[in-house]
Each structure stands twice: as C-alpha cells, then as structure tokens.
C-alpha cells in the first residue's frame, strides 16, 4: 500500500441506487455494513430491481434507516416515505420498496447494452447478489482511495470506504484489518453507466467519467471485499496486512 490507508469517510445505502448516509463508525458482518443495500425498489409490473442506470431520477432521492432498522426514503422535495403509492407517484411506474428479506430467488436488474446509447439502446437483464442488495456477490464491502479519485466526487462511485492514501488496487488478494473487521479483497469494482449521472448536492452529468475509467483503468475503480471477520469500523482505523 502506497504510504497506508486510512478510513475518512464510511457509508451505507439502505435503498440500492438513492443517496447514502455518512457514518461515524459502522458494524460489519458477512453481507456488509449492517444496513447497506438492505433494501430496494421493485418495479412490480416487471419485477426487475431498480437501479439509476435505468431510472436516473433515483440518485435525487435517499434512503435512510429509522430506529426499528426499516427503511425510509427522503424524496427531493423532503417529503419522507415508506409507502409504495406515494413512492410510485414519484417514480411514475408502480414500485415497491422491499428488504432483502422478502425477496427469494434471483435478483433481476438491467445495464444498457451500449453505454453511448441508453436512451434508445439494448438493455440487458442480470442477477445481483443473494441476501443484500449488492450487484456483486464478491463486493459486500467497498473501498476507494482520494489517491485513486484524483479530484472526482466520490459520490459518484457509492463505496462503503473512502480512504486517505493510496494504493487500494494492491490489496486485491490479500486479508487487511480494519478496527475490528477482517476483510478479503476480492476483486477490482467494474464501473457503469451509473458513474456518469447527475444526482443531487451539484454532481453534473459527465460521461468523460466512464470513458476515462476505461481508458486509463480497464473499466474498473475501487476494490471489493468479502468479510473474514465481522466487527466493527471507524471514522480514523487504519488499514494493515494481516
């Protein structure tokens, strides 16, 4: 690791796709920071997951976690819901917001075929990961290094793990602890359209993102992680070798 690693900021995203929360400190256990990706919205005529890679209104909505650990979600004129006919007035389709827990079988969700052509293009089906709702059955906890942002917002790339240093893309098979988390790094995060939205707080559609991700990174920023051993995190730990 280039000069260490350490935690600046840690979120979760209790609705998959919408705006996260920022945390001091999180638990961690085998499917992620507890909370994280929990829930998600269905389209209950297709019965597709939704992501802002097919409905991009999404990333101006948040999800949040109320006090029984259900979900809520903060639409953007703060109107505060768990109601599926108030959520799909906002969506204009029918949806309903799920947990994890209720949903068996795969996890169908959509990529366009052509990221240059969404609009009109192909989109293609695909099953996420069992249990939390992440696209990645390998990447139960994210990390991105500023190094590696250089400058891009990294709201853009929804990592459970923002980190000061640089250096992450060599962790990638290897065990690190942080505070008292034991991770796997599995694998290098394929990026998609998604990096391009525009999305609340003043983040501007920017289709150089993607391109330049494929360029200089072979499609891929941030690393994923499968969890060794549960524990807990903080704001400050300090990534190291186990």
Known sequence: MSGGLRVTEVWR????SLQGERLARAEVGAEGVAGDRGWALFDLTTGLGLT??????LLFAAGRLRADGAAEVVLPDGTVTAQDGVLSDWAGRRVGLR???AVAGARRYENPADADD??????NPFSGA??????????RVTLVSLGTLDGWDRRRFRTNLVLAGAGEDELVGRRVRVGDVELDVVRR???CVMTTRPQSGGIGRDTAVLKTIHRDRG???AVGALVARSGELAV????TPV
């Open 13 to 16: 995203f209790p609705v998959k």
């Open 52 to 57: 802002a890679r097919r409905v991009p209104e």
């Open 99 to 101: 947990p994890s827990s």
């Open 118 to 123: 969404e609009d009109t293009g192909r989109w």
């Open 130 to 139: 069992d249990g939390a709702f992440h696209d990645n059955a390998d990447a």
């Open 189 to 191: 995060v394929p990026r």
């Open 219 to 221: 499609g891929a920023l």
């Open 236 to 239: 400050g730990d300090v990534l």
